[in-house]
């Protein structure tokens, strides 16, 4: 696979540099920790987390349907702090990618899906600035992956062909929708694979 040239780096965040936000593992730990039916919790995600991803409605929103849907002992502000607290950074790869960026001629541009406060708060926490030129989020444009306009968008704000462009990441689902529109998609299974691959585009 000759990968040199390539100007134009994409990275899905969540399984990349950051575990999920907001997981089947991460709403288990939640309803668990404050007592919540968990079947019942997780029908009423599914229902709604999707026009959550797009911007379509607040957090405070989504939980007035998921969790608060009647009366709980403890407060919005409470299960936030517990979701946000449920992002953590994976081994090796946000303090590799800065320093390999600061290096190369390359721009790195995120797409993913997410909702904004995890957005935002991922971000700042984590200090994704340093990482990326760009954020293509779910929250943001309107559209959430596998949606091929949301790979499409990317393409034009980054102003580069997608023959010209790499994406990363570990669904493969995903890896496959990018791959339609003919960028070079690779599936994400770890750091030092990634890592490789990269380090060779140089």
């Not at 780096?9 to 968990?38: E, S």
């Not at 529109?181 to 770890?190: D, P």
């Amino acid at each position: 696979m000759d990968l040199n040239g390539r100007k134009t780096i994409f990275l899905d965040v969540g399984g990349v540099l950051l575990t999920n936000g907001w997981d089947h593992p991460a709403r288990q730990k939640a309803a668990d920790h404050f007592d919540l039916d968990f079947t019942k919790m997780d029908a009423l995600h599914n229902f709604i987390f999707n026009v959550y991803e797009i911007g379509q409605i607040t957090l405070n929103e989504y939980l007035d349907t998921v969790v608060f849907n009647q009366p709980r002992g403890f407060t919005h502000k409470e299960f936030k702090e517990f979701m946000f607290a449920q992002s953590e950074e994976l081994p090796q790869m946000i303090p590799w990618l800065v320093n390999w960026k600061k290096q190369t001629r390359h721009r790195i541009i995120s797409i993913n899906n997410e909702g904004k406060e995890l957005n935002d708060h991922r971000v700042q926490k984590f200090k994704l600035r340093d990482c990326f030129d760009a954020f293509i989020s779910s929250c943001e444009v309107g559209m959430r992956k596998p949606d091929p306009g949301i790979f499409r968008l990317a393409l034009g704000v980054a102003q580069t062909k997608a023959k010209d462009s790499i994406y990363f990441d570990d669904r493969p689902m995903l890896v496959s929708s990018a791959a339609t529109l003919g960028i070079q998609a690779l599936l994400h299974e770890g750091f030092e694979q990634t890592k490789s691959i990269l380090e060779n585009l140089a």
